[in-house]
């Protein structure tokens, strides 16, 4: 909406892509007219019904738009961030259910800014053949579906790869401010693009990324009259998950993390790709337990950004016309199975926290148990915005913020690639539903959990005689959603 800093010349593939984009939202109009005199049309939800100005497609302005995504963060970790708990959660719907499809970094980041799965995207890893930002279709995502009616920002971390495409000053479609990490998980010394600038931060207090991240969020909001759409994403809490100075001694007494399924002894029923794994001991066990703290106080920096956020929507007159959406791009294994990092189908990494607050909908604070997954973000700011999401794959969440007790969905797709690297899982497609998660790999044992009956996913039920039904069913299931299936994984190469 603002004017274009430099940087934003497209590849030489999406001048297609803009012509497509162009000749759908033709198509699309041209729709609307034809229909127009016959029906009545569903208006946004933003859609003045007070005005009486003769004309039904006029509209009152859009909400601003304030998308939070964490990186690596568990979804049980949102009693350590009170600010959040207080600006948000007393305000909103904190959503006890959210997933995402693929619990990894980059694939999930391309499905929150497009609506689509993996398969659709075409990124189903960080890196390699299937992932990363080359692999992206960045000619069609909420910065470019927004930009004509929002200035738009980024905050934080794109995509992972983002840095070896174009330059480290290269800047995506569709955003007006870019303010970009350009290596993964870096709090102090490191460089940062300022909109097709590269400027380098050591390692002073004013240095943590979190924050110039957070001033720079909070610079644009005060800066624009316009609607807004920003899109707040700093490291937290990824790895190697440095502490802001003053955060370093924060949870010292915290209990050590003993869950039911840590370090688990009896694995016989798991898939061989677990059954490989040792048992922690010793030093492996010591990091993991400090990593768990020190993730928890880099949380404690973002907590105070997204404090500040709302403080400034406040005091410019937004607040109480904005959609304020927090969450995180996929979760964490702490030891849990004998496991640490993601990408794997356990609850640990694919359940997400996610919180929403729009007051214009949202009348209080409440819970809400239904299964929402990332791939539902876009088309819920894309409604509320009054824009077209193209080819999004998810549900508008707007029905559950108007009533709690709408239609809804009972399961969703888990899908993920593998390069098949010994220490990796095997690709694999799976569904988790209500109660059961079905989980199949591309080789292996696959595995089947009663969540209801078992929510630490100790017994592989898969070759119960008496789970033959739902097994069944869950395979089927399985078949229809996972269609495109991910690209095959190579056995690895057996060692010793």
Same mark, same amino acid.
């Given at each position: 909406m603002s004017s274009r800093p430099p940087g934003h010349a497209p590849k030489p593939r999406q001048a297609a892509d803009f012509a497509r984009t162009a000749k759908l939202a033709g198509a699309v109009a041209g729709a609307v007219a034809v229909i127009a005199g016959a029906v009545v049309l569903a208006l946004p939800v933003f859609a003045d019904r007070e005005a009486s100005t003769g004309n039904p497609f006029e509209r009152a302005r859009p909400p601003d738009v304030v998308l939070i995504v964490t990186d690596d963060q568990r979804f049980d970790t949102m009693s350590r961030m009170p600010i959040v708990q207080e600006k948000l959660g007393k305000h909103g719907i904190t959503f006890a259910n959210a997933f995402v499809t693929n619990p990894i970094c980059c694939p999930s980041r391309a499905t929150i800014l497009t609506g689509q799965y993996s398969h659709s995207t075409g990124v189903y890893a960080n890196a390699g053949r299937y992932g990363g930002f080359p692999n992206f279709y960045e000619a069609s995502t909420l910065a470019t579906w927004l930009d004509e009616d929002f200035d738009t920002g980024l905050f934080g971390k794109y995509l992972?790869?983002?840095?070896?495409?174009? &330059?480290?000053?290269?800047?995506?479609?569709?955003?007006?401010?870019?303010?970009? $990490? +350009?290596?993964?998980?870096?709090?102090?010394? %490191?460089?940062?693009?300022?909109d097709g600038t590269v400027r380098h931060f050591g390692r002073d207090p004013e240095d943590y990324s979190t924050r110039v991240l957070a001033d720079q969020a909070v610079?644009?909001?005060?800066?624009?009259?316009?609607?807004?759409?920003?899109?707040?994403?700093?490291?937290?809490?990824? &790895?190697?998950?440095?502490?802001?100075?003053?955060?370093?001694?924060?949870?010292? $007494? +915290?209990?050590?993390?003993?869950?039911?399924? %840590?370090?688990?002894?009896?694995?016989s029923d798991k898939p061989q790709w677990l059954k490989d794994y040792p048992q922690l001991h010793g030093p492996s066990e010591n990091y993991i337990q400090e990593f768990r703290v020190n993730q928890l106080r880099t949380l404690q920096s973002m907590d105070r950004g997204v404090g500040r956020i709302v403080d400034a929507l406040a005091e410019t007159g937004r607040l109480d016309n904005t959609l304020i959406i927090f969450t995180s791009d996929n979760g964490y294994m702490w030891g849990e199975h004998r496991l640490m990092g993601k990408g794997v189908a356990y609850e640990e990494a694919i359940r997400v926290p996610l919180i929403v607050r729009y007051d214009p909908l949202i009348e209080g604070p409440r819970t809400d148990d239904h299964i929402v997954v990332n791939v539902d973000l876009?088309?819920?700011?894309?409604?509320?915005?009054?824009?077209?999401?193209?080819?999004?794959?998810g549900d508008s969440l707007v029905r559950l913020f108007e009533n709690s007790k709408a239609p809804w969905r009972k399961d969703f797709l888990?899908?993920?690639?593998s390069p098949g690297r010994n220490s990796d899982p095997p690709t694999f497609c799976g569904v988790r539903g209500q109660r059961y998660k079905y989980v199949d790999y591309s080789y292996g044992t696959d595995e089947l959990y009663d969540l209801q009956r078992d929510p630490d996913e100790l017994e592989n039920l898969i070759n119960d005689p008496a789970m033959r039904q739902i097994r069944d069913q869950m395979r089927r299931r399985t078949l229809e959603l996972c269609h495109p299936k991910p690209p095959k994984t190579p056995r690895p190469v057996p060692t010793g």
């Open positions: 992972n790869g983002y840095k070896t495409a174009g &330059g480290k000053g290269f800047i995506p479609l569709g955003w007006d401010k870019w303010i970009s $990490t +350009i290596a993964n998980g870096i709090y102090y010394n %490191y460089d940062m693009n300022f610079s644009f909001i005060k800066g624009t009259k316009d609607p807004v759409f920003v899109y707040f994403t700093p490291p937290v809490p990824h &790895g190697p998950a440095d502490p802001e100075y003053q955060d370093r001694n924060e949870f010292a $007494t +915290i209990p050590r993390w003993f869950p039911p399924s %840590y370090n688990e002894e009896d694995i876009a088309p819920t700011i894309a409604e509320l915005a009054g824009v077209p999401a193209p080819e999004a794959e888990l899908e993920h690639w």
